[in-house]
């Protein structure tokens, strides 16, 4: 495992972004964050210990990671103080003020899903600064180069394009209403196919760009990209595992 999703005690999201497959999932994990933090503290530990090659842990959740502050401070200090070595990164929606929380972040990942949002974080000195452009209908009729990046401010190095993620119908978690109205929402408001494939084929013919570019068409498929450490102390395999791999350690 190279790769691990940290999620954040959950609570009711600030932003309750309409395509956030979050809250189609009505499952719950006990919070040992709060109840028994030295026992979440050890199996962060050793899970940190028992993958070597783990390089990556990111700072996420059912809700921003910025409503936990705390948590935020103590887990990335925990973790470069056990392995200086694995870059930390923050995801967020939350725009301004997040320096306090920056001292063991290696990157800040601010959600962007509409155009004209492009100029609104906060640049931060010191760590990386990545765009996570949600490709809704706002970037309809948007060229990457003449427009898009034309918004993006001095200190933002990487862009990630993400293609809005509509969930399998056949899934037990896509049964209730609300699941339904998110999917009902993204099909009607996600970017139109002409945008898409300009944006796709002006980042294959880009040479020279100040931006390390990527573009996600898959950003809930786990399998072999990362797994998912819950506010329990379980070890996941994707979002959507109810069944903890390290099951017979949680409590």
Same mark, same amino acid.
């Given at each position: 495992? @190279? $790769?691990?999703?940290?999620?954040?005690?959950?609570?009711?999201?600030?932003?309750?972004?309409?395509?956030?497959?979050? @809250?189609?999932?009505?499952? $719950?994990?006990?919070?040992?964050?709060?109840?028994?933090?030295?026992?979440?503290? @050890?199996?962060?530990?050793?899970?940190?210990?028992?993958?070597?090659?783990l390089s990556c842990v990111v700072i996420t959740g059912t809700n921003d990671p910025s409503q936990s502050p705390e948590y935020v401070k103590k887990i990335s200090a925990l973790i470069k103080r056990e392995r200086p070595d694995i870059q930390?990164?923050?995801?967020?929606?939350?725009?301004?003020?997040? @320096?306090?929380?920056?001292?063991?972040?290696?990157?800040?990942?601010?959600?962007?899903?509409?155009?004209?949002?492009?100029?609104?974080?906060?640049?931060?000195?010191? %760590?990386?600064?990545?765009?996570?452009?949600? %490709?809704?209908?706002?970037?309809?009729?948007?060229?990457?180069?003449?427009?898009?990046?034309?918004?993006?401010?001095?200190?933002?190095?990487?862009?990630?394009?993400?293609?809005?993620?509509?969930?399998?119908?056949?899934?037990?978690?896509?049964?209730?209403?609300?699941?339904?109205?998110?999917?009902? !929402?993204?099909?009607?408001?996600?970017?139109?196919?002409?945008?898409?494939?300009?944006?796709?084929?002006?980042?294959?013919?880009?040479?020279?760009?100040?931006?390390?570019?990527?573009?996600?068409? $898959?950003?809930?498929?786990?399998?072999?990209?990362?797994?998912?450490?819950?506010?329990?102390?379980?070890?996941?395999?994707? !979002?959507?595992?109810?069944?903890?791999?390290? $099951?017979?350690?949680?409590?």
């Open positions: 495992m @190279k $790769s691990l999703q940290l999620v954040t005690p959950a609570q009711v999201c600030l932003f309750n972004c309409p395509y956030c497959v979050s @809250k189609t999932r009505n499952v $719950s994990f006990p919070n040992i964050v709060e109840s028994d933090y030295p026992l979440y503290r @050890k199996r962060l530990s050793a899970l940190l210990q028992e993958y070597p090659d930390v990164e923050l995801q967020t929606r939350k725009y301004q003020g997040l @320096k306090d929380l920056a001292a063991n972040i290696d990157v800040i990942a601010y959600s962007i899903d509409q155009y004209e949002s492009l100029g609104k974080p906060e640049v931060l000195t010191g %760590l990386i600064n990545r765009y996570t452009i949600i %490709l809704t209908a706002s970037f309809n009729g948007k060229r990457l180069l003449t427009d898009i990046l034309a918004k993006v401010p001095p200190g933002v190095s990487q862009l990630t394009f993400k293609v809005l993620y509509q969930g399998n119908q056949a899934s037990k978690a896509f049964e209730n209403d609300q699941a339904q109205e998110i999917n009902a !929402w993204i099909a009607a408001n996600s970017l139109d196919n002409e945008t898409l494939t300009s944006l796709e084929n002006d980042i294959k013919a880009l040479t020279d760009s100040p931006f390390s570019l990527f573009f996600d068409r $898959s950003c809930m498929e786990a399998e072999g990209r990362y797994q998912v450490f819950r506010e329990d102390g379980g070890l996941y395999q994707n !979002w959507d595992s109810q069944q903890a791999l390290n $099951s017979a350690e949680v409590k």
